[in-house]
């Protein structure tokens, strides 16, 4: 095969290509096996795809090659069908959510596929299997049975404001190559300012990748606020600073401590009462206890839903705090900051306006795809004081546009994926009340799967308060534990209940929920809803497929 003519080729043109024979011929049986797997497919594909062979055709052969348009669209056609046949599949709750594989199965081959790279390129029509088996390895994440993630669902709106950004293929950091996604990320940050509470003129913000650097910003910026010298002296210039979490916040602000030189062992915890909600009083004791040590407290992070227990502190009693005694204040809402959208559940964030900084995921409560995060901050060129490093080829002072619109000196990245269309695209789509039904869906089921099992006798909730937000835990009782008391016994048998479930439910592959150990709480089973497609239907299966699994354990 000629890479620029077409022309065929014999194997032997490329002799530094040591390609097992029989590892070959296994492929190729996989791509037969393939083809008449979807021959039915096939049927309603349009005929000029049906004519094409592209066992004879490689990328070389696409644009921008000259005269390559025809092939160009056949070979994408191609891979959008792939595409919308998955989808169908992820939205099928009789198609299995998983088909698991250890990682050693994997490096090794599957049914003639491969994961490994040659040096010499491959036909297109091993380019689309491998496409193909890609996604039938995977985890159908959009799947309605599938639980295990605080980020589940697929929207379709979303998803085409997905493929249209990697068309797009531009970078966030200078109005010039991003125009209409820089307006369309300030659009966002208002809207979401306005939610949160804050006025337009105050306040600023960045998407992020990803909840974990959005708390980042949030300590470097608060640091740089109390200690400005930082940017150019370093950790040398300051004194020993303290900050202050709750022991069921996400561990990426000890992560951010650790990354920004301020030490893990900095980062104090505070206590939390049974439902998960951080204590006042225990903050402000931590707070006065880091003072008479001589350390300089600086920063609270204050949770709004809890990763495990989907728990929010007590945002307006942690304000106080934070002004009585000069502490920023963040408030991590990458989970629950959705419930801003929802007339019925806002009040849950009381307080949230008083915060310095948000964290706010819409790709979790609110359905987006994977990756969209905020980090929101109520001071107007902050970001800009701490990140800015003025680099002259790219953010030059003369040009012709309004450079306040360049953004890239506001974020610690240069390269920034484009995050926000996906999000405008599927808010022009729904339109706020269209997220709101959507997250109030996901609550109503908390609130079934809640009463579910309080009816059932071999399921036990880890603590018996309705669902502040979709957060359900919960354990499972195999008959053989209901006959042994209560104690340690019947606690380390009890913790390896849900591993083994886990084991055997991924083996099956018919659904996917997450668990784990909590404080003193040992393994149990945390349920989250945030995916559109799940209907109580599918909540009474996971029940009845965790029963069937352990009860004979």
Not at 198 to 227: C, H, M, Q
Request: hydrophobic letters at 35%; proline letters at 4%; charged letters at 25%.
């Amino acid at each position: 095969m000629d890479f620029r003519t077409g022309a065929s080729k014999t194997s032997g043109i490329f002799p530094d290509e040591q390609v097992n024979v029989e590892s070959t011929q296994l492929r190729k049986n996989h791509i037969s096996s393939l083809q008449g797997e979807s021959e039915e497919k096939e049927k309603d594909t349009n005929s000029e795809s049906l004519v094409t062979n592209f066992s004879n055709i490689y990328a070389s052969d696409l644009l921008p090659t000259r005269n390559s348009e025809e092939l160009t669209d056949q070979f994408l056609l191609e891979v959008v069908d792939i595409l919308l046949n998955y989808i169908k599949k992820t939205y099928d709750e009789k198609s299995k959510v998983l088909d698991f594989h250890h990682p050693h199965q994997l490096l090794e081959g599957l049914e003639g596929f491969s994961l490994e790279l040659h040096d010499q390129p491959e036909p297109l029509e091993q380019i689309l299997v491998d496409c193909r088996d890609t996604l039938k390895y995977g985890v159908k994440t959009g799947h309605p049975r599938y639980f295990n993630q605080l980020s589940s669902g697929l929207d379709i709106v979303g998803l085409a404001g997905e493929w249209l950004t990697a068309t797009a293929n531009t970078n966030m950091f200078t109005y010039e190559i991003a125009p209409l996604f820089i307006v369309m990320e300030e659009i966002l940050l208002k809207k979401m300012y306005e939610m949160v509470g804050w006025k337009e003129t105050e306040a600023d913000g960045i998407f992020s990748p990803g909840g974990t650097i959005s708390n980042l910003y949030s300590v470097l910026v608060a640091r740089y606020k109390r200690f400005p010298e930082i940017k150019t002296k370093g950790m040398q210039a300051l004194p020993h600073i303290a900050m202050f979490v709750s022991e069921h916040s996400h561990y990426s602000v000890k992560k951010a401590a650790a990354v920004l030189g301020i030490g893990t062992d900095n980062v104090i915890t505070v206590k939390c009462d049974e439902r998960g909600k951080m204590i006042p009083s225990d903050l402000e004791a931590k707070i006065l206890q880091a003072k008479s040590q001589e350390h300089i407290p600086l920063y609270v992070s204050a949770t709004a839903g809890t990763t495990v227990y989907g728990a929010f502190d007590p945002l307006d009693n942690i304000a106080d705090i934070c002004e009585k005694y000069g502490l920023w204040m963040h408030v991590d809402a990458a989970w629950g900051g959705g419930l801003l959208m929802s007339r019925k559940h806002s009040f849950k964030l009381n307080g949230i306006e008083r915060a310095n900084s948000v964290t706010w995921n819409p790709h979790k409560l609110m359905g987006v795809p994977l990756q969209c995060s905020a980090f929101l901050v109520c001071e107007k060129g902050l970001l800009q004081a701490c990140n800015q490093m003025c680099a002259g080829y790219l953010f030059q002072p003369d040009k012709q546009y309004d450079t306040t619109y360049d953004t890239g000196d506001k974020t610690i990245q240069c390269g920034r994926h484009v995050d926000v269309f996906k999000l405008w695209l599927m808010w022009k789509a729904k339109g706020t009340r269209g997220f709101e039904i959507l997250i109030n869906k996901t609550l109503e089921l908390a609130e079934y799967l809640y009463k579910k099992l309080n009816s059932r006798e071999n399921f036990q909730l880890v603590f018996d308060a309705e669902p502040e937000l979709t957060n359900v835990c919960f354990w499972y009782i195999p008959p053989s534990l209901r006959r042994i008391p209560n104690g340690p016994e019947r606690e380390k048998l009890l913790h390896q209940v849900a591993p083994k479930i886990k084991v055997r439910m991924i083996e099956e592959g018919t659904t996917m929920v997450s668990y784990q150990p909590h404080g003193d709480k040992v393994n149990f089973f945390r349920m989250v809803f945030s995916n559109p497609a799940t209907r109580k239907l599918d909540v009474d299966f996971l029940l009845e497929e965790i029963e069937r699994l352990g009860k004979d354990l």
